[in-house]
């Protein structure tokens, strides 16, 4: 009897051109294996409300969680717009952007990154999350370079 188990692949989204590239390649290889994607979004406040140990209260109305949400809605949908042709579900996590795609890589067949999301410098080859995930992750990893093609059909 054959496995039936559909490939599950984890992409992380932060809005950035190397993630747009990542998500892209992600849906492009899960349509070729039979699999399906998981964009996953991270937030977390950011280090300047907590420093020195005083913590000063977030501005009325921010919400990272929120806008973390809805730039992976917005990626998503400019990415792969109505129809991507394999089913993709959105979690956005709390934590740093290294821990949520770790966690959300377990039991997964591959965690697909971009080489640099946002923040990174401009010349790195590897930014710092995706060469945390190269070294931990507990399944193959992805790093989609600035201009990396689509996977090529088998």
């Not at 990626?75 to 089913?87: E, H």
């Amino acid at each position: 009897m054959a496995n039936s188990v559909t490939p599950r692949i984890v992409v992380g989204v932060d809005g950035s051109p190397a993630s747009e590239r990542a998500l892209r390649w992600a849906v492009d290889y899960a349509g070729l294996v039979g699999g399906r994607v998981q964009a996953i979004a991270a937030w977390e406040y950011p280090a300047f409300y907590g420093w020195a140990g005083l913590a000063v209260p977030p501005p009325e109305g921010f919400n990272p969680e929120e806008l973390a949400g809805r730039t992976l809605s917005e990626t998503v949908a400019k990415v792969v717009g109505d129809d991507a042709g394999v089913r993709i579900t959105e979690a956005v996590m709390p934590g740093n952007a290294a821990q949520a795609l770790l966690e959300a890589a377990r039991g997964a067949s591959l965690l697909v990154v971009g080489s640099r999301g946002l923040g990174g410098f401009s010349g790195a080859l590897l930014g710092s999350v995706s060469r945390h995930l190269t070294e931990h992750a507990p399944c193959p990893v992805v790093v989609v370079r600035e201009q990396q093609a689509a996977p090529a059909a088998a």
